[in-house]
């Protein structure tokens, strides 16, 4: 059961442009979602993250919206770079049931990202 | 500064044998997780520690799989009697603590091929 959705496995976007990453959830417990970027061979490294009861975070060329209603985040770009050429994973976290303070993070499957320049 | 590092960067083993694979998190860095990321998939919880308990080991796909940490920093996973389906990059991160809106540092990952 994929908590966390990534639908598309690849996007090409020309600089300059926007590129608009998307991520599908079906647990209405999760209260945080984050955004990884990974170039190959390393590890992801954090990007952006917005809470529950946000429904956008900004940060420089980067904005994240959540839409709860429809369980959907989406990661904006602008403008692309080259450089932003990479693998975005979308992460969501909830508390583990019956712990404390334990939580829990699910991945998604990943969005290759490639900036035509 | 100091990262996240792994060890060994690429391990090859023979089907049966047992790998240890070594994590040492940022210093002050109370919580430390282990995942895997299997080709073309992403990335699969495995076991999470706070300090040196693991109050989450649900990921551990089997009871080939067991993890420790130790003094509240360095952790080592262990495979034992490989499978080829264990092959993967398996990629620890660590966090100030484990609340939810604390962004892990991943590590560089340690690349496991059991021929």
């Known amino acids: 059961d994929q908590q966390v959705k990534q639908n598309s496995p690849s996007l090409s976007v020309q600089e300059g442009r926007i590129s608009i990453l998307n991520c599908d959830y079906t647990?209405?417990?999760?209260?945080?979602f984050l955004w990884y970027k990974k170039y190959p061979a390393e590890g992801p490294t954090f990007l952006i993250s917005?809470?529950?009861?946000?429904d956008k975070n900004e940060d420089g060329r980067f904005t994240v919206f959540l839409n709860k209603s429809a369980k959907h985040l989406s990661l904006h770009i602008v403008p692309s770079q080259p450089g932003d050429s990479a693998v975005y994973f979308c992460?969501?976290?909830?508390?583990?049931?019956?712990?404390?303070?334990?939580?829990?993070?699910?991945f998604g499957t990943g969005t290759r990202l490639k900036v035509l320049a | 500064g100091a990262g996240v590092s792994q060890s060994p960067s690429n391990k090859v083993t023979e089907k049966g044998k047992d790998v240890e694979l070594r994590c040492d998190p940022i210093?002050?860095?109370?919580?430390l997780y282990w995942y895997r990321q299997s080709l073309g998939q992403g990335l699969e919880f495995l076991i999470y520690?706070?300090?040196?308990?693991?109050?989450?080991k649900s990921g551990l796909p089997s009871d080939r799989f067991s993890a420790e940490r130790t003094g509240g920093s360095v952790s080592t996973l262990t495979i034992q009697r490989t499978q080829q389906e264990d092959s993967a990059v398996y990629l620890c991160?660590?966090?100030?603590?484990?609340?939810?809106?604390?962004?892990?540092?991943f590590g560089p990952g340690t690349r496991l091929t059991v021929t």
């Open positions: 520690f706070q300090g040196n308990s693991a109050p989450d």
């Open positions: 647990n209405s417990m999760f209260d945080y």
């Open positions: 917005i809470s529950s009861i946000k």
């Open positions: 992460a969501a976290s909830a508390a583990v049931i019956g712990t404390s303070g334990t939580y829990k993070y699910i």
């Open positions: 210093s002050g860095h109370t919580a």
């Open positions: 991160a660590s966090s100030l603590t484990g609340g939810s809106r604390y962004e892990q540092y």
